[in-house]
């Protein structure tokens, strides 16, 4: 037996001993969830569904000139992005339903499409009506390829301006790491963190939207350190900020839109 065991030990050394030290070795590494599950603005739970945080290394002090960046930037709202487009009011309003900065984050129900129907959104119907030519009348499809069919400015154009103001709030400073947080509106998470062998086991990061989120008439950037630990997941919540974190709330500009209905 023991002359069987000699010879596969030998072989299995010889095969760690040849890996590379990346690979025989890994890092410790930690993670931070950024919950945003119960955030309220002025008393109402916020929806923050789909929205984009960053993580830098340091903390506020280190992103002294990042933070001053952010609190000068200048966005133009969403309600006043597609007003200008002249969109509809019931595709602005189908928009902040579910507080929506492009088409891109809910789905197009039937009611929306049909020209006889209270719900109908006229961007979607005129979509839908092209659809429905170029595909021979198949509705499942013609409203899947909707978008498609839409004015690009429509669906595409405000990502586009948030994204050069982004560029510009960012100043070549390049984040660790970016997570959109879920569409049950819970969480964002940075995981896989990484500390190197005989290096501190906790560092100080900053986790922040920088660019503002609209909530009812207002809009709101948080900016809060935390420090990752090695091995550790460790939890950012919103809800509960302090001297770590920083809120910038801003009124919005507002341009003359309907008051929207609950659809």
């Given at each position: 037996m023991l002359t069987l065991r000699v010879p596969t030990l030998l072989a299995v050394l010889a095969i760690f001993f040849a890996l590379p030290a990346s690979a025989a070795a890994q890092p410790d590494r930690g993670g931070i969830e950024v919950n945003v599950k119960n955030v309220?603005?002025?008393g109402k739970p916020a929806n923050?569904?789909?929205k984009r945080f960053y993580m830098f290394a340091g903390g506020l002090q280190e992103n002294a000139a990042l933070l001053q960046r952010i609190k000068a930037a200048s966005i133009t709202s969403r309600n006043c992005y597609y007003k200008n487009l002249k969109a509809s009011d019931q595709y602005i309003c189908w928009l902040q339903k579910e507080n929506c900065e492009s088409p891109f984050c809910r789905v197009v129900e039937p009611q929306y499409v049909d020209a006889k129907n209270k719900l109908?959104?006229?961007e979607f119907v005129a979509a839908y009506d092209k659809g429905m030519g170029a595909f021979r009348n198949k509705t499942d499809v013609a409203r899947d390829w909707l978008l498609t069919y839409m004015p690009d400015n429509l669906v595409n154009g405000y990502y586009r301006q948030k994204q050069t103001v982004l560029a510009t709030v960012l100043g070549?400073?390049?984040?660790?790491q970016s997570s959109m947080?879920?569409?049950a509106a819970i969480r964002a998470l940075f995981i896989d963190i990484p500390f190197a062998?005989?290096?501190?086991?906790?560092?100080t990061y900053l986790l922040t939207n920088v660019l503002p989120i609209e909530i009812g008439n207002k809009s709101y950037v948080w900016s809060c350190e935390r420090e990752a630990v090695a091995g550790k997941s460790v939890l950012?919540?919103?809800a509960k900020t302090d001297k770590g974190?920083?809120?910038i709330e801003r009124e919005l500009d507002l341009c003359d839109t309907v008051a929207c209905e609950s659809q």
């Amino acid at each position: 037996m023991l002359t069987l065991r000699v010879p596969t030990l030998l072989a299995v050394l010889a095969i760690f001993f040849a890996l590379p030290a990346s690979a025989a070795a890994q890092p410790d590494r930690g993670g931070i969830e950024v919950n945003v599950k119960n955030v309220k603005i002025e008393g109402k739970p916020a929806n923050l569904s789909r929205k984009r945080f960053y993580m830098f290394a340091g903390g506020l002090q280190e992103n002294a000139a990042l933070l001053q960046r952010i609190k000068a930037a200048s966005i133009t709202s969403r309600n006043c992005y597609y007003k200008n487009l002249k969109a509809s009011d019931q595709y602005i309003c189908w928009l902040q339903k579910e507080n929506c900065e492009s088409p891109f984050c809910r789905v197009v129900e039937p009611q929306y499409v049909d020209a006889k129907n209270k719900l109908q959104v006229p961007e979607f119907v005129a979509a839908y009506d092209k659809g429905m030519g170029a595909f021979r009348n198949k509705t499942d499809v013609a409203r899947d390829w909707l978008l498609t069919y839409m004015p690009d400015n429509l669906v595409n154009g405000y990502y586009r301006q948030k994204q050069t103001v982004l560029a510009t709030v960012l100043g070549g400073v390049k984040p660790v790491q970016s997570s959109m947080t879920d569409t049950a509106a819970i969480r964002a998470l940075f995981i896989d963190i990484p500390f190197a062998e005989g290096a501190p086991k906790k560092t100080t990061y900053l986790l922040t939207n920088v660019l503002p989120i609209e909530i009812g008439n207002k809009s709101y950037v948080w900016s809060c350190e935390r420090e990752a630990v090695a091995g550790k997941s460790v939890l950012l919540n919103l809800a509960k900020t302090d001297k770590g974190c920083e809120v910038i709330e801003r009124e919005l500009d507002l341009c003359d839109t309907v008051a929207c209905e609950s659809q």
